[in-house]
Every structure is written in structure tokens, then in C-alpha cells.
């Protein structure tokens, strides 16, 4: 006899939120982002504890350095602009370098900022559905561009580890909103 289990966590694609008994969520705020947006005077006139995104997991499956297991988050990326440039998540490396994740649409409009650290970088559309594979040994940043929540789901491996580097100093672009659009600057 094979016991049928049912699974700890529901995703629920509609709203892109986790659903589970054993769940995590970190939230980073606009003081946490301090370092990260160019326009200096329009961060100091918002509310550092105003939440820009946060991410939802499942709790105490693997440790993170582990070898051989995976994580499963969602990040949740409000939709805003400090200043013109539109909210983003820090963005990293894997410490592990040249380890790979997976990215996908859920709900919302943004985009992937892929930057290479030697020069190259690339913007990918993110819209619910869209599949992402981001390479070893790239710098990885969401943007969020439409105006609601861009929930997007991502996989990595335990071992990969968060390296946020220098802040901005990562990424060689900058997202700007330009009327009903967006401009890609130079950082
Ligand atoms: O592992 C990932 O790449 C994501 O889960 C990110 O950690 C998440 O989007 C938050 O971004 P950051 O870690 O750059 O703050
Ligand atoms: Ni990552």
C-alpha cells in the first residue's frame, strides 16, 4: 500500500502567493535599498519602512550552502519608482559563481537585467508564463515596469548562495520610467 500524500505548499497562480503552514517571507524596504536607486533626494523623502519587495519560501527544507538540494521562492516586487527609476530587487551574483537559476513570470509586467561583469548586458521581458534561465556568472535584477505587483517564481540551487557585491556597482544599466514607457540609461 502506497500512502497518497497531499503537498505542504499550494502556488496559487492567480495571485502568485504561496499557500502552506511552513512558509518564510523577508521583505526589503526602501531604507534597505539605500544604496541602490541614483536619485538620492527623492529616497530621503520616503518612508524607509515602505516595503519595495519581498520574497516567500518554504521554511527549513534545506540549508542554504548545502550541497545538492534546491530552493523555491517567489518574489513579490511592488509597482513604484523612487524618483524615475522604477523599484527593482538588490540584485547578486551566486557565491557559488558559476551557478545558474531559474526565473518565471507569474503575474505582472517587468523586467530581467542580466549583466555579465565584463561588459555585457541584457534586458529580458517578464510577463506571466515567460520562461528565464539565468546563466552562471551573471549579475541578476528584477524590475518591476507595469503598474501592479510583479510576482515571479524562481529556483536555485542550496549551494548557490547571495552575493550582492557592491550594490549598484553590479549592473552597468539603470530602468527609468519615461511617460508610459521606460529608458535604458547607463548607471
Ligand atoms: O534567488 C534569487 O535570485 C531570487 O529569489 C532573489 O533573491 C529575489 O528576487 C530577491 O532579490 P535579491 O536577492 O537580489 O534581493
Ligand atoms: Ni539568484
Same mark, same amino acid.
Given at each position: 500500500?502506497?500512502?497518497?500524500?497531499?503537498?505542504?505548499?499550494?502556488?496559487?497562480?492567480?495571485?502568485?502567493?504561496l499557500i502552506g503552514s511552513h512558509l518564510k517571507r523577508t521583505t526589503t524596504t526602501i531604507g534597505d535599498?539605500?544604496?541602490?536607486?541614483?536619485?538620492?533626494?527623492?529616497?530621503n523623502r520616503m518612508d524607509p519602512d515602505q516595503a519595495v519587495y519581498w520574497v516567500e519560501m518554504e521554511e527549513n527544507k534545506q540549508k542554504e550552502g548545502?550541497?545538492?538540494?534546491?530552493?523555491?521562492?517567489?518574489?513579490?516586487?511592488?509597482?513604484?519608482t523612487v524618483?524615475?527609476?522604477f523599484f527593482m530587487t538588490k540584485g547578486h551574483v551566486h557565491n557559488k559563481f558559476d551557478t545558474a537559476e531559474y526565473y518565471w513570470g507569474i503575474k505582472g509586467t517587468g523586467l530581467l537585467l542580466l549583466d555579465n561583469l565584463k561588459g555585457s548586458?541584457?534586458?529580458?521581458?517578464?510577463?506571466?508564463?515567460?520562461?528565464?534561465?539565468?546563466? /552562471? =556568472?551573471? $549579475?541578476?535584477r528584477l524590475i518591476n515596469i507595469g503598474n501592479e505587483e510583479l510576482a515571479v517564481g524562481a529556483v536555485w540551487q542550496t549551494i548557490s548562495?547571495?552575493?550582492? /557585491? =557592491?550594490? $549598484?556597482?553590479l549592473f552597468h544599466n539603470r530602468v527609468t520610467k519615461v511617460g508610459n514607457s521606460y529608458q535604458v540609461t547607463e548607471a
Open positions: 500500500m502506497i500512502e497518497i500524500q497531499s503537498s505542504d505548499t499550494i502556488l496559487d497562480l492567480k495571485s502568485g502567493r535599498l539605500r544604496n541602490y536607486f541614483k536619485d538620492r533626494t527623492a529616497l548545502e550541497e545538492g538540494g534546491l530552493f523555491f521562492g517567489i518574489s513579490h516586487l511592488c509597482c513604484g524618483g524615475d527609476e548586458s541584457r534586458l529580458i521581458e517578464v510577463k506571466p508564463g515567460a520562461v528565464l534561465y539565468i546563466p /552562471g =556568472r551573471t $549579475a541578476h548562495g547571495h552575493n550582492y /557585491g =557592491r550594490g $549598484a556597482q
